[in-house]
C-alpha cells in the first residue's frame, strides 16, 4: 500500500490524472449537449471552416496544416476541440514579450566580424549565403578563430565534459532538456557545489516537462540550497493548453565563455550507456573552444534572462579570446530556433545545404518524420546520383513515432536514397553532413516537433576540425547497421501498407 500511494502521488500522475479529468469533462460536455446536437453540429461546423480558413492562410508548414485539416474534417466536434487545446504553436502574450527581449540582447551583444565573412565568400559561396541567412534571421555571427572537437558517443564526450568543468574559473552555465539523477548528473553536480562554494557564477536551467520523471518537484530549490542558480523552463501545469507544446529542447553546457558543448547528449545515465534502455544508446556531443563560444554563452544568457526578468551586464561575463588559436580551422556558427517566430531557421538552413549538395548527403537522426520540402529535396538529391544515406534507431525509444519513420521508407529507397537502422540499440544523434565540407550537430531532429514546436540549437560547420571527425563516424556506423532496400519495404502486407499511408498524413501531429 506504500509502494502504490507513493506512486499515485507522485508528480507525473497527478499531471496525468488531472488532464484525464479535464478531458472527461469535455466529454461530459459533449453528451450533455447531445439533445442540442442539430445546433452544436451546426456551430462546430462553422467553427472549423473559420478555423480552416485561418489555417490557410497562416505561415505555418502545409504539411502541418493538412494533417489537422483532414482531422477537423473527419471528426469535426473533436477535432476542432484538441487543435484549439494542441494545434497552436505560440506562447502565450507576456511569454512573447519576454522572449522578444531575448532576442534584442542577442542582438545587442553579438556582432559579425566583416573580415570573417569576407573570407568566407572568397572560400565558398554557398556557405557563406547559408551563414548570412543565420544571421539575419537568427542574430548569431559565424566565427573562424574556434577549435572543434567531436565525440561519437556520449561516453566519450562525459570524462571530458568533467574535465572542463573542473577548469572553471568564473562560471558555469547548463540548459538542458533533460537532467536525470544517476551516475552522470552525480559527477557534474559534485563539481557544481564544489565550484558554487568557491563562488563561482553556477546556472542551471532544464525544461519541466523533459525532467517530469526524472527530478523530484521543486528540484530547482534544492540546487538554491546548494548555491547553484535555478530556473524551470516553462512549468508543466496540469492545464489542457497550447502552451505544453513549446519546449526547450537546447542542450548547451557553457564554462567560463571559453568553453562550450551541445549535441544530443541530455544528463542522464543511459546517454552515457550506464543505463540499458533501449539497447546501445549512440549519441553525440560538439566541442567548442573560442570565439564562438560567446555566441553559446549569449543564447543561454538571453534565454536566462528571459525567464527570471533578468537584466545583466552580459559585456561584463565576455572573456579575452586568443588572437589565434592553433586549432581554429573553417568556420563555425552557433545558432538557435524558435517556436515563436514565423522563421523556420533550422529547416530552411537544412533545406538549403540539401539543395546545394554536389555529392553525398548523410544524416543520423532518431526519428524521421519529414515534411514536403524535405522530402522533395532528398528525393531529388538521390535521383540526381548523389550519395544520399540516413541512419534511424532499430530499437526505437517510442513505438508510434517508428512506426511513422518507418512509414517514410518506401518513398525514399525507391527514390535511391539509402536508409539503414542502428542495430545495437537507439541512436538519439543529430547530424547532418553534406559533401564531407559543411555540417550541423546539436539537437535539431528530422521531425516536427523539433523543428516547428520545440526551442533548439545547433551548431553550422564549414570546413571545420572536426568535419573529419564526423565523416569517420559515419563511415564506422554504416557497416553495424542494417540496411532496409526498397524490396524488404515492399515485402508488406496490404493492412501495413494502408497503416503507414495513414501514418504519413497524420505524421506532423505527432
Not at 459533449?30 to 490557410?56: D, F, H, K, P
Not at 565563455?257 to 556531443?285: P, Q
Request: charged share 20%; proline share 4%.
Amino acid at each position: 500500500m506504500r509502494k502504490l500511494g507513493k506512486l499515485l502521488f507522485q508528480r507525473v500522475v497527478l499531471v496525468a490524472l488531472f488532464i484525464l479529468l479535464q478531458l472527461a469533462v469535455m466529454l461530459v460536455t459533449v453528451m450533455w449537449l447531445s439533445e442540442y446536437r442539430r445546433w452544436v453540429n451546426v456551430l462546430m461546423t462553422a467553427l472549423s471552416v473559420v478555423t480552416i480558413i485561418y489555417m490557410l492562410s497562416d505561415k505555418t508548414n502545409s504539411s502541418y496544416k493538412v494533417a489537422w485539416i483532414i482531422l477537423i474534417l473527419a471528426f469535426p466536434v473533436a477535432g476542432i476541440c484538441i487543435y484549439m487545446t494542441f494545434g497552436g504553436r505560440r506562447l502565450s502574450r507576456p511569454i512573447r514579450r519576454r522572449m522578444q527581449l531575448a532576442d534584442d540582447l542577442v542582438r545587442d551583444n553579438l556582432w559579425q566580424e566583416r573580415i570573417t565573412m569576407e573570407a568566407l565568400q572568397n572560400v565558398s559561396d554557398p556557405a557563406a549565403v547559408n551563414a548570412a541567412y543565420l544571421l539575419r534571421v537568427s542574430g548569431y555571427p559565424v566565427y573562424d578563430n574556434t577549435e572543434t572537437e567531436y565525440f561519437p558517443l556520449g561516453d566519450l564526450a562525459y570524462p571530458r565534459m568533467l574535465e572542463e568543468l573542473r577548469k572553471a574559473e568564473r562560471y558555469i552555465f547548463l540548459e538542458y532538456f533533460i537532467i536525470g539523477q544517476g551516475v552522470m548528473w552525480d559527477g557534474i553536480l559534485e563539481i557544481l557545489r564544489e565550484k558554487a562554494a568557491q563562488g563561482l557564477d553556477v546556472r542551471v536551467m532544464y525544461d519541466d516537462f523533459g525532467c517530469i520523471t526524472t527530478l523530484p518537484s521543486y528540484y530547482d530549490r534544492q540546487l538554491e540550497r546548494w548555491g547553484i542558480r535555478a530556473k524551470v523552463f516553462n512549468p508543466f501545469v496540469p492545464v489542457l493548453s497550447g502552451r505544453l507544446n513549446n519546449r526547450s529542447h537546447r542542450k548547451l553546457m557553457i564554462i567560463d565563455g571559453k568553453v562550450g558543448f551541445t549535441g544530443g547528449v541530455n544528463l542522464a545515465d543511459e546517454y552515457i550507456n550506464r543505463r540499458e534502455r533501449f539497447g546501445h544508446w549512440k549519441d553525440s556531443a560538439t566541442l567548442l573552444q573560442g570565439e564562438a563560444v560567446w555566441a553559446m554563452t549569449v543564447m543561454f544568457l538571453s534565454m536566462w534572462d528571459s525567464q527570471t526578468g533578468e537584466a545583466e551586464d552580459l559585456a561584463a561575463l565576455r572573456p579575452e579570446y586568443p588572437y589565434r588559436l592553433a586549432g581554429g580551422e573553417g568556420f563555425v556558427q552557433p545558432f538557435c530556433d524558435s517556436p515563436l517566430d514565423e522563421e523556420d531557421v533550422s529547416e530552411s538552413l537544412l533545406l538549403s545545404m540539401f539543395q546545394k549538395a554536389v555529392r553525398s548527403i548523410y544524416i543520423m537522426t532518431p526519428y524521421l518524420i519529414l515534411d514536403d520540402k524535405i522530402t522533395g529535396a532528398l528525393l531529388t538529391a538521390a535521383k540526381s546520383g548523389l550519395d544520399v544515406r540516413i541512419i534511424t534507431p532499430h530499437i526505437p525509444d517510442k513505438w508510434y513515432v517508428h512506426a511513422v519513420t518507418r512509414a517514410h521508407y518506401e518513398m525514399l529507397t525507391e527514390a535511391g536514397v539509402r536508409v539503414y537502422e542502428y542495430t545495437p540499440g537507439f541512436i538519439h544523434s543529430k547530424v547532418y553532413l553534406v559533401d564531407g565540407r559543411y555540417a550541423v550537430t546539436g539537437t535539431v531532429n528530422l521531425d516536427f516537433r523539433s523543428l516547428y514546436l520545440h526551442f533548439e540549437n545547433g551548431v553550422y560547420l564549414f570546413e571545420a576540425t572536426c568535419i573529419a571527425a564526423i565523416e569517420e563516424d559515419f563511415q564506422n556506423t554504416f557497416p553495424i547497421c542494417e540496411e532496409i532496400t526498397w524490396r524488404k519495404c515492399r515485402n508488406t502486407n496490404l493492412w501495413q501498407r494502408l497503416t503507414r499511408a495513414a501514418l504519413r498524413i497524420f505524421a506532423p501531429l505527432m
